[in-house]
């Protein structure tokens, strides 16, 4: 049984950081592409960063660009994602999501994802 739990969300002020990580177990992340995706109350969820099996492709969503980085850990089957400067409107529940890979890349959008967390809330206060 395939299961992604969430760790790491955090009530923190404007211009703090945090750590995510999204702990694997039941699979070998390791052919998996993998994302991180967010979602605020009254809003559709949406793709924050994603990474390729390999870890040698990320991509991000343009409102978090150069201030998240995602990264993975094939041999601890762990996701992670470092969020600085966060910003009010970061405030969401975050979900790791894991798609088995098709090749180099990875996507931001959930249809792609076949496996989902139960979220860790991140709050950001102004």
């Known amino acids: 049984q395939v299961q992604l739990v969430e760790s790491g969300g955090d009530s923190v002020q404007s211009g703090g950081s945090l750590r995510l990580s999204c702990a694997a177990s039941?699979?070998?992340?390791?052919?998996?592409?993998m994302g991180w995706f967010r979602q605020a109350p009254g809003k559709v969820r949406e793709g924050v960063s994603c990474?390729?099996?390999?870890?040698?492709?990320?991509y991000y969503a343009d409102s978090v660009k150069g201030r998240f980085t995602i990264a993975r850990d094939n041999d601890k089957n762990t996701l992670y994602l470092a969020m600085n400067s966060l910003k009010p409107e970061d405030t969401a529940m975050y979900y790791c999501?894991?798609?088995?890979?098709?090749?180099?890349?990875?996507?931001?959008?959930?249809?792609?994802?076949?496996?989902w967390g139960q979220g860790t809330q991140v709050t950001v206060s102004s």
């Open positions: 990474i390729s099996w390999s870890g040698a492709n990320t």
């Open positions: 039941g699979y070998t992340t390791r052919w998996y592409s």
């Open positions: 999501a894991a798609a088995p890979s098709n090749g180099v890349g990875c996507g931001l959008t959930t249809l792609e994802y076949d496996y």
